[in-house]
């Protein structure tokens, strides 16, 4: 089942409407969301506590959460 925006605001907060629909057009679900956060908000990568890499749709998720470098810093 496709992710609503009310999930999305459950796990990212507020978000613009805007985003919240990039992240239903990709089709994830609730847990890949959940996932997702947890890849970029976990201490340590979650492959060393014995997780799988994640799929497709959740690496997707994970470059559009993550925030943008700044490509002025050295």
Do not use: Y
């Not at 609503?4 to 796990?11: A, D, F, L, N, P």
């Not at 609730?30 to 492959?47: C, P």
């Not at 690496?59 to 050295?74: H, I, K, S, T, Y």
């Amino acid at each position: 089942m496709t992710i609503t925006k009310e999930e999305i605001r459950q796990v990212l907060g507020s978000v613009e409407d805007g985003f919240a629909a990039e992240i239903v057009a990709t089709g994830a679900s609730f847990q890949d969301l959940i996932e997702a956060w947890a890849w970029l908000n976990s201490d340590e990568a979650l492959i060393n506590e014995g997780h799988h890499l994640p799929s497709p749709r959740v690496a997707e998720l994970v470059a559009m959460l993550e925030p943008e470098q700044d490509e002025d810093r050295g």
